[in-house]
């Protein structure tokens, strides 16, 4: 379980430093100035933002798991949509609908934890999700990088959409057997 949760919270800051070695190839592919592409970094955090605001209120009325899964879906699919932009105008859509998608998913997580982990154990796997949300900046340019090398920026994000699709099965996997039993331990009190 904290494998998955760690490797869902590096989705957000993960993906808003993964293109930014392609920021001058991206420029050149749209027809604008390595400025006009920064814009999609604002744009980014500002979405993710209210995509924690508005997903903590849906995490409480739907339920935390289909926030989530909502969330890696939403950022899959506009992830799709940026790989494919061919204007600065579809990139900064694309990155503002992907970052509600990652906030979504950001403010599922801890959530998620306080439901279902307690004391020690809880602290641990904050503890490991801070230390995940630190390296993920760090190494995500040299993974934009290392894709640059493989081919086209679109590529990069192709990638990121993959990863979350990747991320669904897991935490189903994760989420599930461990809903059953904290429904059980409820059970038993």
Known sequence: MVLSLALTMMLGPFSMDTYLPAFPVIGESLGVSQQAVSLSVSVYI???ALG????????DRFGRQ????????IFALSSIVIGMADSLN???????VQAIGAGLTLVS???LVRDRVAGRDAAKLFSMM????????GIAPSVGSAILTLGSWHYIFFAL??????LVPLLV???LPARVRCRERKALK
């Open 46 to 48: 500002f979405a993710m």
């Open 130 to 137: 801070g230390f995940i949300m630190v390296l993920a900046p």
């Open 52 to 59: 924690q605001l508005i997903g903590g209120a849906l995490s």
């Open 66 to 73: 289909r926030v989530l899964m909502s969330g890696l879906v």
């Open 109 to 111: 997580v801890p959530a």
């Open 161 to 166: 959409a993959a990863y979350a699709l990747l």
């Open 90 to 96: 579809t990139l900064l859509g694309g990155r503002a």
């Open 173 to 175: 996997r994760v989420l």
